[in-house]
């Protein structure tokens, strides 16, 4: 199944500046029970973003009208905790395309580039100077580029690293599971010959 | 690929599996053994259908039902219907691929990490995935186990293989002896608040040392399952005769010369004297007591008798925002102290801590007392094995006894998403391996320690340092 291509974006960003935003709260796990891929959005976040009444908190960024984008700039250590690849699902879903840390767990990140979601790592200064800058004027456009990995808002710019092979799908839309099965053969051999279980 | 060099164990695990190499890509890693559940399945399962593919290899792969079945009444249909829905398409699916499902009822169902284990489907030398970050857990047994996303479950059910980077090795070395009333969960939780939890973050690691060598199979196993809590991709124990004794005649090992000419085999999985590690860590076992956390991730941990940090004094390893929004969270107060604190549930349970060792300790530590007015308590076992296997022992007696109620298996209040949930406000002692905001139902607060403290809590009603009971 291929996927959207990412090429690069301009857009406005929403900052949560929380460090180790673990996996249940950006999708809790009580809304994991679908079985399809869509509709996580409506939940992302859900926790900070509803009281217990469900009604909408009101000084959470996503709640008012001040930050919207495709960007979301997050304290470090994003993403840790569970597996759950709902979580990359539900930022997509919600609208977001990038997200911006100064450090992701691991399994997040590979989760969030199976599914279109660009993680880019930044300094811990830029992440500060980002998030000022966003706080500062809402309305601060940020440009992602992934073909020469930078990410840019205004003089600001900063490279950022991604693995070659993980570049390529995204720009392309490729998924790992094509290259996978056109190693059948030899899997198959491999399974039938390799000692130890 | 051999190349004279010495390995690190997890490096000649890692290089027997690699299917191919080859320039600008992650390795093509082959994986032994696949364990999956109703949770992160079913999106996998139909990638497969769109796609048109089968299971590569069934023989490899083994279903149970675990995270949102109810521990009460298994017998009877799942009330919660979106619950009840994904029980029934992981049915479907494995009666369609052709897999081997534990379903409710079943005597071989439980927590996916404790099944596997336990039915001896974990077994050294291995990879193996399982669409769960807990996966770690198989480790203890000296393989390569770690967790996946949907799309990689889709992957492996469909090529047996995985495209994944090598990851950096880390050494945790231990030595010494443990004082009274520390257990393994001590150990890992006290290994966490050290290296916070993302201190591991784009490593595996290698627990050694004389500590650990000294503990049982199920304490190791503690041990390894909370490797992702400091971030870690998993972590390994060199296996040796402990291990091989616990596998031994369990139901899907290898069996009479098979299993001893594998034990040959196994005993040559260790790390090459001379090899390189990506970072070392040593701690003195002497240093660890009873652990308990306070605040909202599990690097967040302290020796129960400690005080919580003051915002001063975590200048330099936090960010001051987030740790006061942590603590506004559990509603507690910088530099106070845990030890008193009312608890309003105790959770036994989960693949961290619900073996059968685990309810011994439980059962050696309220045998003959009462549990406290005060609480509610909540004993999960892990699967239906340790479920029989307690009644066996007559421990559901004792902790009847005491007042508490042994449930059906299942991950129940680990995560918040069966009918077992710690309501908002409260506070939950359990034996779990997360205390994230929500973790145990909305708005629930979380303290992590080991079985043997959560027990004492249970009695006393309030957070206790064990050492005074034991
Ligand atoms: S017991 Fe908890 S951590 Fe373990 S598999 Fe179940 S939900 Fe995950």
Redesign the interface.
């Given at each position: 199944m291929s996927k959207e291509k990412f090429i690069n974006l301009v857009s406005t960003a929403v900052p949560l500046p929380v460090e180790n935003i673990d996996t249940d709260q950006i999708i809790p796990a009580r809304f994991l029970k679908a079985t399809t891929r869509e509709g996580f959005g409506d939940n992302l976040f859900r926790d900070w973003r509803f009281d217990n009444d469900g009604q909408p908190v009101k000084d959470f960024v996503l709640n008012g009208s001040r930050y919207s984008g495709k960007i979301l700039v997050a304290g470090k250590n994003f993403g840790c905790g569970s597996s759950r690849e709902h979580a990359a699902w539900a930022l997509y879903d919600f609208g977001f395309r990038v997200v911006i840390s100064s450090f992701f767990a691991d399994i997040f990140k590979n989760n969030a580039l199976n599914n279109g979601l660009l993680p880019v790592v930044v300094s811990d200064v830029y992440l500060k100077g980002l998030f000022e800058t966003v706080k500062a004027n809402p309305s601060a456009a940020i440009t992602v580029d992934l073909e020469n990995q930078t990410v840019s808002s205004g003089a600001q710019v900063a490279k950022f690293e991604i693995n070659k092979y993980k570049k390529t799908c995204m720009i392309n839309g490729y998924d790992d599971i094509d290259y996978l099965l056109s190693l059948n053969k030899e899997v198959r051999e491999f399974d039938l010959t390799h000692a130890g279980s | 690929m051999n190349d004279g060099k010495p390995k690190t164990i997890f490096e000649k695990i890692w290089d027997?599996?690699v299917?191919?190499r080859a320039e600008?890509?992650?390795d093509?890693l082959?994986i032994?053994?696949h364990f999956i559940h109703e949770?992160?399945s079913?999106?996998a399962f139909?990638?497969l259908k769109?796609?048109g593919?089968k299971v590569?290899?069934t023989s490899r792969t083994t279903a149970t039902a675990d995270?949102?079945v109810p521990t009460k009444d298994q017998h009877l249909p799942i009330k919660e219907a979106?619950?009840r829905?994904?029980v029934e398409?992981l049915r479907n699916n494995c009666k369609e691929f052709g897999i081997e499902l534990y379903d409710l009822g079943h005597p071989f169902q439980g927590i996916v990490h404790i099944i596997g284990p336990e039915l001896g489907l974990t077994?050294p030398?291995?990879t193996i995935v399982c669409?769960?970050?807990h996966?770690s857990t198989h480790g203890a047994f000296g393989n390569i186990a770690f967790?996946?996303?949907?799309?990689?479950v889709?992957?492996v059910l469909?090529?047996?293989?995985?495209?994944q980077?090598k990851?950096k090795t880390m050494l945790i070395e231990i030595n010494g002896e443990l004082g009274k009333g520390v257990v393994s969960k001590d150990i890992i939780l006290y290994i966490i608040s050290r290296l916070t939890?993302?201190g591991a973050?784009?490593y595996f690691v290698e627990y050694a040392g004389d500590t650990i060598r000294q503990l049982s199979m199920e304490a190791r196993m503690t041990i390894c399952n909370m490797s992702?809590e400091m971030?870690a991709?998993g972590g390994l124990i060199t296996p040796d005769e402990t291990t091989f004794n616990y596998i031994k005649g369990r139901k899907f090992a290898p069996q009479g010369e098979t299993f001893d000419r594998?034990v040959m085999?196994w005993k040559k999985l260790k790390t090459d004297e001379g090899a390189a590690y990506d970072a070392v860590m040593k701690f003195n076992a002497s240093d660890i007591a009873p652990m308990i956390t306070y605040g909202t991730?599990p690097g967040m941990g302290m020796r129960v008798t400690d005080r919580i940090p003051t915002l001063a004094e975590l200048k330099e390893i936090?960010?001051q925002?987030?740790f006061k929004?942590s603590l506004e969270y559990m509603g507690l107060e910088p530099g106070s102290t845990l030890l008193g604190k009312a608890v309003d549930y105790v959770f036994i349970g989960s693949c961290t801590n619900a073996r059968i060792e685990d309810l011994r300790l439980v059962a050696s530590m309220v045998k003959g007392r009462k549990k406290a007015a005060n609480v509610e308590v909540w004993i999960i076992p892990g699967s239906k094995q340790v479920e029989q296997q307690a009644i066996k022992e007559g421990l559901d007696k004792i902790f009847e006894a005491a007042g508490f109620e042994l449930r059906s298996p299942g991950c129940s209040a680990c995560?918040?998403?069966n009918e077992d949930k710690v309501p908002?406000g409260k506070y939950c002692i359990a034996t779990s391996n997360?205390n994230?905001?929500?973790?145990q139902g909305?708005?629930s607060r979380t303290f992590l320690a080991s079985p043997l403290s959560a027990a004492a809590a249970a009695i006393t009603g309030k957070v206790t340092d064990v050492r005074e009971m034991v």
């Open positions: - | 027997t599996h299917v191919r600008g890509y992650p093509a082959f032994d053994r949770v992160t079913p999106q139909d990638g769109k796609r593919i590569f290899n995270h949102n979106l619950s829905h994904q398409t077994l030398g291995m669409g769960d970050s996966t967790g996946i996303g949907t799309s990689e889709e992957q469909g090529t047996q293989c995985i495209l980077y990851p939890s993302s973050t784009g992702i971030g991709r594998q085999e991730n936090n960010e925002g987030s929004k995560l918040g998403m908002a997360r994230f905001e929500g973790r909305p708005k």
